[in-house]
């Protein structure tokens, strides 16, 4: 009983820091860029560039742009990251709908730092407990499971052809160097806060080794079974040895509780890996 009450609060903790983090973007968005006519990254600034240029509504275009890139990610990515995104994505155009465009901050440079402080503590919350704001977020997480790159980064040169594109429309090089300004803070901003690149060490001490193995393969991470000995009870059992990363480290708690809550488990940071760590398994 009290492990599904675990479960629960867990799942509970969840959704709330997916719906405070997709409200923060949305007030970043409508309270700190759109007045001063700034983009955010990735999709929502495309939508942003489009809702400038036509005159559309931005919450509608950010939500239509998200529907593909939505799409490609339940193919690509677990169902339960982009199930989060999804909502991540559905409450984003709902605040936007209801938090009225004000302009919070009257100096141009304050609104594009401070906007993306908001953004990227925003995506970055959502990133942390296993979502993602959408966007490039999603298309970053793809690219990221198979290559060893910062994620905020990684976005931030996606973010450069929206900038282009920006130029191009616009020919107001100071209003794109503001927006590059504000993506790159909420770059930076989602690094320090959810540190996908770095990887850890999973030493797992359990009696379901056969269940764990059949699960955790899954994830196209190589396994190591080693046989121990308990020193107090003289009990022998199976220590599973796996490198991973800190955005899957959170699905593989869920698996490891989910499959053995007696299971004793050993986490460390890795400093680094010598090895095929990101060739899928045949």
């Known amino acids: 009983m009290a492990f599904y009450a675990r479960k629960a609060a867990r799942q509970a903790n969840t959704i709330l820091f997916t719906l405070a983090g997709a409200i923060l973007v949305a007030v970043g968005f409508n309270m700190l860029l759109i007045p001063h006519q700034l983009l955010s990254g990735g999709v929502a600034g495309i939508s942003m560039m489009i809702g400038y240029i036509t005159g559309g509504t931005i919450s509608w275009l950010y939500l239509a742009l998200n529907i593909p890139v939505l799409i490609w990610g339940w193919i690509s990515l677990g169902k339960r990251f982009v199930l989060l995104s999804i909502v991540s ?3 984003t155009t709902l605040a936007l709908q209801l938090i009225p465009v004000r302009q919070m901050a009257n100096d ?3 609104a594009s730092v ?8 925003g995506s970055g919350l959502a990133l942390r407990h296993g979502g993602s704001s959408g966007g490039f977020d999603i298309i970053a997480s793809i690219i990221s499971r198979k290559r060893d790159v910062p994620v905020g980064m990684f976005i931030f040169l996606l973010n450069g052809v929206v ?3 920006l130029v191009l429309f616009t020919r107001d090089p100071d209003i794109a160097l503001y927006s590059l300004l504000s993506i790159f803070t909420a770059g930076k901003v989602v690094d320090i806060i959810h540190i996908r690149y ?3 060490t999973a030493f797992i001490v359990t009696r379901e080794t056969d269940k764990m193995l ?3 393969l899954e994830n196209k991470r190589g ?3 080693i046989r121990t000995r308990g020193a107090f009870t003289s009990h022998e059992q199976d220590m599973l040895m796996t ?3 800190r955005y899957e480290l959170a699905e593989l708690r869920k698996t490891i509780l989910t499959l053995d809550p007696k299971a004793f488990v050993n986490i460390v940071e890795t400093v680094g890996v010598i090895g095929e760590f990101h060739k899928p398994l045949p």
């Open 198 to 200: 770095v990887k850890v």
């Open 108 to 110: 141009i440079l304050l």
């Open 114 to 121: 401070f906007g993306g402080l908001m953004i990227g503590f």
């Open 163 to 165: 900038i282009a594109a």
């Open 214 to 216: 059949c699960k955790l």
């Open 89 to 91: 994505v559905a409450v």
């Open 223 to 225: 396994i190591t079974v």
């Open 243 to 245: 490198v991973t990363t």
